[in-house]
């Protein structure tokens, strides 16, 4: 069993996305160890990318923040590196194809073992090309982490049947942010992904309340919020870590 379906065994999980850098490396730190202590069973730290493509306005602001600040994928393997001295839950990276391939997929692959990242989600490569970076995930014991959408149809039972980690199912369709209501019917998407693996699915997309947290739990083994998250960091800056702890807590505890 890889370390990520660890964090699916204590009852379900809560997975806080948090964008690396915004707005500095530091609050990265301090958000990161606050999320840990008030309840988060994974993280999911976004390396920025110039172009999100599957992310809405709030985390799009957030990559450009970063960048403009200076934020390099060296810097976040370093935030890593710092982070790992006391922070043991699994973490996994989500990026895009072309941060993997500019900075080489085997030194970037390679790197994540060494400093402790257990998978990796790139929301861009789709399903039938994940053969170019597979290999090299299974050589360095990184997880690469499918997503099945609404619009997967005929493909969530080959999806599932591969799946490694855990299975990111994107609530409803477009990008990334904070939905009112999720109508997508979710239940049967996940019926099928249980008929074909063991794999734990957590849900993410839209979800901002500890009522939807619930509500998607109930029907999966979890929940993953980012733009709730980013929110709160656009709002309170640099003294972000205690308001996002409070979140967090107050998610994770609506999900277990």
Not at 141 to 155: F, G, K, M, Q, Y
Request: net charge negative; with cysteine; hydrophobic share 45%.
């Amino acid at each position: 069993m890889s370390k990520i379906e660890q964090a699916f065994k204590n009852g379900k999980a809560f997975i806080p996305f948090i964008t690396c850098g915004d707005p500095d490396l530091e609050t990265t730190a301090a958000v990161v160890r606050a999320a840990v202590a008030n309840g988060a069973s994974l993280i999911e730290l976004g390396i920025p990318f110039s172009d999100p493509t599957a992310e809405g306005p709030v985390i799009q602001g957030a990559n450009l923040r970063a960048l403009e600040g200076g934020v390099t994928t060296d810097k976040v393997f370093d935030l890593v590196r710092e982070l790992r001295t006391d922070v043991t839950i699994p973490m996994v990276f989500m990026t895009y194809a072309n941060v993997v391939f500019s900075y080489g997929a085997e030194k970037f692959i390679s790197i994540c073992n060494e400093i402790g990242i257990d998978g990796l989600i790139l929301p861009d490569l789709p399903f039938e090309e994940k053969e170019e970076f597979l290999d090299i995930c299974h050589k360095y014991d990184v997880d690469l982490i499918s997503l099945i959408a609404p619009t997967s149809e005929n493909r969530i039972a080959m999806i599932a049947r591969e799946a490694e980690g855990f299975i990111y199912l994107v609530s409803s369709l477009g990008v990334t942010g904070v939905r009112s209501e999720i109508k997508t019917d979710l239940a049967s998407i996940v019926d099928v992904i249980r008929a074909n693996t063991s794999t734990p699915v957590a849900i993410g997309f839209g979800i901002s309340t500890p009522e939807q947290a619930a509500r998607m739990a109930s029907i999966s083994d979890g929940a993953i919020v980012g733009s709730a998250i980013i929110k709160i960091l656009a709002q309170h800056g640099k003294e972000a870590a205690p308001y996002v702890g409070e979140y967090v807590k107050s998610m994770a505890d609506a999900v277990k």
